[in-house]
């Protein structure tokens, strides 16, 4: 016997498929009397409710959201094209949505997403986040999640980075090499662990290579104004860096317009390198060694695993964390001195 | 009297709003004996529906969308940061799609977006736009729209735009009073009125200082490859250019690599202008020469009108078309010849 479904029902009541569903699910719209005989029916003929309809009633927005922290950065924009590709292929669209660095905003974005307005995200959380209870919120409420880039290592949802420590290690070894012994490091926030990641990579370099010797972390914002303060102290101190390695694309641009205002010579008087994906930075005077992260390739993977778990696919085990290799491309920033 | 509402009827019924609600718009989810016992009191207590409820049961997504080509160009990214001050002023979302240059793609969300997912839409076309009848129909379905950079003249909806002409036509005379005798224009889409009024401006300023003189204009895409064979060919032709205005960042980035490569000094053989919000142009070897465009103050002004149209107020006939002018930042790389 074919299988009775909620549309034949509806027909033979003279209903509509959806005042059916209600009286089935025993709705205070729907009048008794409704309810009862569609009740009758429904037993008569053996109707079985599907057990994927409400995964499929909770899966029908065809959407799903990238949750970031800014577009200017060229990083989360090519990031999110990676993320669109995947969304293409599967016929789903993607909202974007931002947090300006601002964890409030973040939540309230969060607590929008619990209504089935999508059917799953992807957060790059702000570098003011310093809780985990609203990305809970939402895997509690049947929401699949996954993290990329800046992760939060409390909450168990697939990860997708890149091999921040390693890269950072291998940047600041790479002034070094070049000549320098004095690097300072441009962080941009204590609370996310990818800058304590790109900060144990600075500091493993000077305790391999300049143990004991000038150390100096500078804390960023995201405020370029506020930074290029910063930075011309740190240029103008009595004990100046001859290195700087940058966490943020934005870092090692605010480094250059400092240099440019107080006439500081890169690399004869300071090299620099920052992480960064303009490619632009290849024009810059003089052009800009870059830790360049595999952005699309990042968005590309989060989605990828994002889709099989809205499709309810098992993960591999080394699905729930993958990290990606970033690639140093070095240029006349840190080349040896030329003054 | 009090007036009574939705609520009370609800109570002294012992029914939930919502029921009340259906019953009163005659919905088939309800029975008829509900709908009776529901008219009878509302008759009864003088129940009169609220004028203005309709449409706040619109405007109850507290989310608007804007709908931009891509982000990867800085002008759509400070444009959305525009919005997103007015959005989070008055407690609004703001959902960002991206087109990719995409007609198709742009004519889905849009369909998507005639569902009340959001209750108003900002947008600025691909460049493979062609029609409007996906904007015209999500206007009949009463979603208040704004049009702002690349806006379509056809459709009666209020535009934000910048000076295209008149800045272009500067950018240009400014080329020619440096010396260049042959400018030609690097330009993005013959479907787009914006690309049209800056090749309407180019076209003045030769008229004007150079009538019958040395034209040429190129037709460039979003790919970077293909831009950067056209701009070789151009350079490398019998009789090249001796000026290049680009009228987005992207192609004046596509010359500046392409005469890295080819060894093309500037300003001394070629001198180059181009649309562009990238602040870091200025760190550029040359530092490049830009139309800086409003792009936050344009976002800032889409969004203020749109929520003009969404609260149902008046707009004053000057807000129907808001023209905000764009600067001219003048730096090396179009200085007079350095060779």
Same mark, same amino acid.
């Given at each position: ?276 994906? $303009? ?6 005077? !003089?052009?800009?060694?870059? #830790? %360049?992260? @595999?952005?699309?390739? =990042?968005? +590309? ?7 099989? $778990? ?6 591999? !085990?080394?699905?729930?964390? #993958? %990290?990606? @290799?970033?690639?140093? =491309?070095? +240029? ?8």
């Amino acid at each position: 016997m074919n299988q009775v479904n909620l549309k034949q029902l509806a027909q033979e009541l003279g209903l509509a498929v959806s005042t059916v569903s209600r009286a089935l699910r025993d709705s205070h719209e729907i009048s008794q009397e409704t309810k009862d005989r569609v009740q009758a029916l429904a037993t008569k003929l053996g109707f079985q409710p599907n057990p994927y309809a409400s995964s499929l009633r909770r899966n029908k927005s065809k959407t799903i959201a990238a949750i970031v922290p800014e577009i200017e950065n060229n990083f989360f924009s090519q990031a999110i094209n990676g993320v669109e590709l995947v969304a293409k292929q599967k016929g789903y669209h993607v909202l974007i949505y931002l947090t300006h660095e601002d964890f409030h905003h973040e939540q309230e974005i969060l607590q929008l997403l619990r209504n089935g307005r999508v059917d799953g995200l992807m957060i790059s959380v702000s570098n003011t986040t310093t809780g985990t209870e609203h990305l809970e919120a939402c895997r509690k409420a049947g929401l699949p999640i996954v993290s990329f880039d800046r992760v939060l290592d409390e909450i168990d949802v697939p990860k997708v980075t890149t091999d921040d420590t390693e890269v950072s290690f291998r940047a600041v070894e790479h002034l070094i090499k070049k000549g320098c012994t004095k690097v300072a490091f441009l962080s941009m926030s204590d609370n996310l662990s990818i800058s304590k990641r790109r900060q144990s990579g600075y500091k493993k370099a000077l305790d391999k290579y300049l143990p004991d010797g000038w150390e100096q972390v500078v804390q960023c914002s995201p405020d370029d104004a506020h930074n290029r303060q910063l930075i011309a102290g740190l240029l103008e101190q009595a004990d100046p860096p001859d290195g700087i390695f940058a966490a943020v694309e934005k870092f090692a641009i605010n480094t250059y317009q400092v240099c440019q205002e107080l006439n500081i010579h890169i690399p004869g008087k300071l090299k620099v390198i920052g992480f960064s994906n $303009l490619s632009a930075t290849a024009l810059f005077h !003089p052009p800009l060694s870059t #830790i %360049v992260q @595999p952005a699309y390739e =990042i968005g +590309r993977e989060a989605a990828t695993i994002l889709f099989k $778990l809205i499709e309810n696919k098992k993960l591999l !085990p080394t699905e729930n964390k #993958i %990290v990606l @290799p970033s690639q140093l =491309i070095l +240029r006349k920033s840190t080349a040896k001195s030329s003054l």
